[in-house]
Every structure is written in structure tokens, then in C-alpha cells.
């Protein structure tokens, strides 16, 4: 399995606008041109496919960069670690049939062999970055293209078992945080404008406005009839877009609403700071709130980069990954109060 | 008028009990005896009671350890400040006939003229100590009795306006705060055997178990029939048990609730030292956790006596005499957020 610590590299926080582009994601969806799709592949097909791909990351020199694992080796535990550091998806967790995950050390690299298609992989980078993630990801799928051999028509480019992935089977995302957009009221504004060109708009941790900590995913929707640097190009723009909306809303909240912010935000921190006793929801929300206070430099004893990877450590499964215990409610809580309170209090 | 700093004496958390017993209290109601009661007594004979009463007080040495202050002096603020500081009652400030109102320096003493009664006076002392504050109301009581001569009734005792508090005209009373049976939800059996035997139990801020802070005011209900000594003894004996309910009760969270308490003092205390907007309401909220808080050794870094006069000094009138300003909202809560930031982080 992975280290608890440190996280992904993603988390770092560098890279462009990443003060509110945490991350940006590009995944493709492939699959091997002589093994019938997963939804009618046997059992020994899929341990093909498994094999199949082991040994091209091998090959290729990618696994000696990172990790390969089966699935049957992973506990429910430890696939909700990997959930949690956005490694897999909940459908590969699930899945009792067999299934691989390759993942590169720096978790800029995943791959999960036998989900929805053969394989799904994506790369993984801090900040607003689509040319470093596609670059990245492009250099994995030729490699693996010129050793597997993919499904593909001339027609209508690459197969995939689900038609919305068809063509390019390309998944381009950020993860952004939008706490601006939400105090402003104007988040429905624009979450709405996005769908309406065709993007998909998810809360990182529930639905809608309701968001958990106020972090959205905005991705592409179809990806038929699109060219890669098509689909590249509508979600930067959108992208961009809606920085520039939170950056207005966060200047609005400075110019007119500075107390009100400052009380919010130096609020969330001393109770970051204070709990006894902290669940991962209201871990999640104060950690937001604070993240945004170092953005506006309200607070500056932390930076974005310690924030955002307690956003991910302060999770069940990474918490008792990190303390390397397996902990009950209300010890689980206690403790998270004890590592947030000494991650922040120096 | 009174300056805003220092607060009174009664609030030093000194005495018995005083982690519990912020205060006693005992009061008497006094007539005139050849004025009319207050309902029917016409103008001029209010002035004449105003102007015997000062007389006396400074005949008798008192005036010059106090203030008398005119009724007609007082702005509606001023009377809020003086009603904050347990001072006047909220009928005395109503009022727009012609009264009076002695306070001594230290605060122990508050005399109202032409409330109810012609004279109602109560001594006020810090922690749960009757023989003291019935001592100080005693020596002013003989003082004007031999001064100015009181309805008295052979039969009845002091005659008084309201039937209530004919006899001896005392009300002994005690202000406690009772965190403990709160939240082990004691409150209200321990609260309904107190009104089994006679006693008032009104909270401080709001009635019954809603009240803020929970902090409550402990009186005896009938006067009539009853020697001082007698009230005395009711009320001391239900405060000792009900202080032994509420020790019980706090030695029942710390040895079964000890992370849930820690966890609610250390929020409140880091919540008044880091919010930048604080309404009334929550100061007095969060500070009476914070009581609890250094009651029971959790917090050392703050005393009794200063939690007890910020209870105070956070209250609307007593901030802004304080601070010398007329303050609207939302400048008064951030002034008040500031205050106490100021006041608890050194």
C-alpha cells in the first residue's frame, strides 16, 4: 500500500491561480483492442488484461516509478484511502472481480485497470496546469498505445464502454474552490452557466451548493466529435472564467465585508487551533474557510500547500493511515482534533 | 453618574463558593411611615420622600462613600447601564415620576427611592455569604429607621405595597452559576424541588432552563410570617444544596465527560479571543463556558473575577460607557469582539 505521508503532489499547491485551482486532472478511457469489454469479459480475459498491463508499465520503465496493485490485496479500508487521495474511483473499490491500479510515487499518475473500460488513467497536477497534466497523460497512453494496442475506428476514435467517452475518451477537470462565488450568492449564477456549455459541475464532497468546504469539479461533459485540444481548450476557458468570477467576488468580500470575512476566518482557525473534538465535516469546513483566509492573506502562520493536504489527512482513511491505527468513534474525532491542533499550532 | 471601570465590588469572585455563587443579595422594602404609599402618594409627597431619604444618607455618613442620583438626571441609557450592573430594577428606570437612586462607591449598596416602596435597598456581595450583605443592609436599615421612621404594623411587621413583602420586607437571594446540572440535564428536577419550598428560581438572562449562560437567580418567595433569620436560613440552606448538586454534577463531567467539556471551554475560549464581530448574547454565552472552564482547572490563563466582570462589561450599555462612544450596530459588535480579544489575550 501507499504512505500515508506525504500526499500526493498535486496537493502542493504551486502552479497557476492555485489559489483557487487546486488541482487540474486529465483522464483517458482506453481499451486493449483484442479483449472484449469489460461488461462481457471473463474472468481470464480480465486477469489478461491485469497481466497485460503490469507488464507494459514494467516495460516502460513506469513501475519502478511507482506502485502496482491487485485489488484483492486491498482491504475496504485501504480502497477508501485511495478514494480519499482521489487515486480511484468508488466503482473500482466496489468491484469484487479483478482489477489493477498502477500509481506513480509522486500520485501524479494513476491508472486503473478493469473499471469501467480496460483502462482509465489519469494525470494529476497542482494548480490550473492542462498542459502539464495532458502532457503527462499523453506520454503514458503512447507508451501503452505501442505496447497493448487499443480499440479504435477510424470513424469514431477510440471505444469505450460508455458512448460519453467515445472519441477522444478523454476527461479534462479541475477541482476549484469557490468559497467567493458561495458568500456572494452568486455561485448557482455560475455553476449554471457552465452546465449550460456543456460542463459538468460537482461538489467535491456532496452535491450542488451544499458542497462540503465550498470545492467544486468542473469537467467535461461529452467528448464524441471533439478533438482532444478542442475539449482542452472549452475547459480552460471556462476555467478561467470562473477564476476570474471568484476573483471578483473575493474582492468584493475584501472591499465590502472585510470584518465579516476576517471574523469567519480567524473563527475557523482558533477552532482548528482549540478542538477537543473534530469530525471530518467540520474539519473540512474550517480548513475551507482558513484556506481562503490565507489566500486574502488574513492568515499567514500557514501556508496553502499545509492546508490543502490537511484537507486530505484529516479524512478517516488517512487519518487512521497516518496514526497507523484503526480508530472508533469518539477516539477517531479526539484524535483528529490532537494532529490538526499540533499541525497548525507551532 | 457612575464611571464604567472599575465594576462592582460583588463581582470579585471572592467568598464561598464563589466558583458557583457569584453573588448574595438582601434586600429590604421600606415605607415612610407618614407618607403615603407610592400608589397614592401625589407628587410632592414623592419629593418629600426623595429629599428626606438624601438627607438621611448624608446625615448618616453614607452620601460621601456614594452617589444619589435624580431619576430625572438619567438618560435611558444611563438607566440600562445602572439595570446591566444589578444595580436598579426595571420598574426604577421606567418610571417618569420623581425618584432617586444612592449607590455606594464600591457598589455593595444600591438604594431606590419611590419604586415600589418608598425604599427598597439591597447590599450585594461577591460569593455566597448572607451574614455579610445581611450586615451591610442591616446597619443602613437602622441608620434610616432612626432617620426617618417606617410604617410598621405590631401585627403584619413592615407594611410594604405588595402583600409579598409585608413582614420583614426581605428578599435573600443568591445569583449561581449552574453549568454542571445544565449539561448533565439536572437542571430542571434540581429547579423544580427549589419552587417546592417556596423559592423564586428565575434565570438571569431569559427564564427557565433557556436561560444564557445559564446563570440563575436563587430567592425566597413569602416574607409574611417569616423572621429575617428564618428567610435567611430557607434560602442558605437550598443554595448549599443545590452548590452540592452542582459540584456533584461537575465531578460527574469530568470524571465521564472530560474531552466533551475540554473541547466546549477550549472553542469558547479561542472563539472570544479570535471573533472579530461578538453580539452580546454570545459573548455572555462563551464566557460562561469559559467560567466553567476555570472552575474547573482547564484554563488557568484567565481568573474568576475577570470572566465575572466581562459578564458585565460586554453587556450593550456598560460596553459603550466603557468605551465612551455611542455605538450602532455592526460597530458595537466589533468593538465588543474587540474589547474582549484585547482583554483575554495578553
Not at 497485460?52 to 502496482?68: M, P
Not at 489527512?313 to 469518539?330: D, H, I
Request: aromatic share 6%; net charge neutral.
Amino acid at each position: 500500500m501507499l504512505a500515508a505521508n506525504p500526499v500526493g503532489k498535486w496537493l502542493a499547491a504551486t502552479g497557476m491561480e492555485s489559489d483557487i485551482v487546486i488541482s487540474t486532472r486529465v483522464r483517458l478511457a482506453r481499451n486493449l483492442v483484442d479483449v472484449p469489454f469489460i461488461v462481457k469479459a471473463s474472468a481470464s480475459d480480465q486477469a489478461r488484461v491485469v497481466d497485460t498491463v503490469r507488464w507494459a508499465l514494467q516495460d516502460s520503465g513506469y513501475l519502478k516509478r511507482g506502485k502496482f496493485i491487485d485489488n484483492e490485496q486491498l482491504t475496504e479500508e485501504q480502497g477508501q484511502f485511495l478514494l480519499e487521495r482521489h487515486l480511484v474511483s468508488p466503482d473500482f473499490i466496489e468491484a469484487k472481480t479483478k482489477r489493477g491500479l498502477y500509481v506513480s510515487r509522486d500520485e501524479t499518475i494513476s491508472l486503473m485497470v478493469n473499471e469501467e473500460d480496460h483502462l482509465r488513467f489519469h494525470a494529476l497536477v497542482s494548480g490550473f496546469d492542462f498542459p502539464s497534466a495532458f502532457d503527462v497523460v499523453s506520454k503514458l497512453d503512447e507508451r501503452l498505445e505501442s505496447q497493448v494496442g487499443y480499440a479504435f475506428s477510424s470513424k469514431f476514435g477510440f471505444l469505450t464502454a460508455c458512448p460519453t467517452n467515445v472519441g477522444t475518451g478523454m476527461r479534462a477537470s479541475v477541482l476549484v474552490h469557490l468559497p467567493g462565488l458561495v458568500l456572494t450568492k452568486e455561485i448557482e449564477k455560475v455553476l449554471r452557466g457552465a452546465v449550460h456549455i456543456d460542463l459538468v459541475v460537482r461538489g467535491l464532497y456532496g452535491e450542488g451548493t451544499e458542497t462540503k468546504g465550498n470545492f467544486f469539479q468542473i469537467s467535461n461533459q461529452k467528448t464524441l466529435g471533439r478533438s482532444e485540444s478542442e475539449i482542452l481548450e472549452t475547459v480552460t476557458d471556462s476555467t478561467r472564467q470562473i477564476v476570474d468570477y471568484e476573483h471578483k467576488a473575493r474582492e468584493y468580500l475584501i472591499k465590502n465585508l472585510r470584518v465579516e470575512i476576517e471574523d469567519k476566518v480567524f473563527r475557523s482557525f482558533a477552532l482548528l487551533k482549540s478542538a477537543r473534538i473534530l469530525s471530518s465535516d467540520e474539519a473540512i469546513n474550517l480548513l475551507a474557510t482558513v484556506r481562503l483566509g490565507v489566500s486574502l492573506g488574513i492568515i499567514n502562520q500557514v501556508n496553502l500547500s499545509r492546508v490543502s493536504k490537511l484537507l486530505i489527512l484529516v479524512l478517516p482513511e488517512n487519518l487512521q493511515a497516518m496514526l497507523g491505527e484503526r480508530l472508533k468513534l469518539p477516539e477517531r474525532d479526539e484524535r483528529r482534533a490532537t494532529f490538526v491542533r499540533e499541525s497548525l499550532v507551532r
